[in-house]
């Protein structure tokens, strides 16, 4: 017989870890990392060369200045290397997630993202850097 104080319900963890202080599922930080991980990857396995050094991060939100008067919200940010400093690429986790209501979506929405900013990067269209892209994409 279990214990039920005061009519609550059961308490303590649902399921026991095998790693204490580690979750038994991954986080959505560590699922959508993963979807950007997929993508990133898909794309430099054919345009690693021609791309060189670049940095992909993933931020939860951007930091818009005060004075942003677009009526959307960026999904990712692209600086150019400059110097010793590489070609950085930063998707937003928060506003990728709000346009995405599944985890296709999710994926589509990503990969169309990281497929876009690499063709700017490289000055070619969007379909040539993956042939999946499609602009339609959800947003």
């Known amino acids: 017989m279990t214990r039920d104080r005061r009519g609550r319900g059961m308490r303590g963890p649902a399921v026991l870890t095998t790693q204490p202080g580690q979750p038994v599922r991954p986080t959505s930080r560590e699922r959508f990392d993963r979807v950007v991980l997929d993508a990133v990857e898909s794309v430099e396995e054919r345009w690693a060369e021609r791309l060189g050094l670049v940095e992909y991060a ?3 939100v951007p930091h818009v200045p005060d004075d942003w008067d677009s009526p959307t919200v ?3 940010s692209l600086v ?3 110097g010793d400093q590489p070609t950085r690429l930063v998707l937003f ?3 990728i997630e709000h346009r995405a209501s599944r985890r296709s979506d999710l994926e589509a929405l990503v990969l169309t993202v990281v497929v876009e900013q690499v063709a700017e990067l490289l000055g070619i269209d ?3 850097v993956d042939p999946r892209y499609s602009p339609d994409e959800p947003d």
């Open 58 to 60: 993933v931020e939860d």
């Open 74 to 76: 960026p999904l990712s």
């Open 80 to 82: 150019r290397a400059t």
């Open 93 to 95: 986790r928060r506003p």
């Open 126 to 128: 969007p379909s040539d």
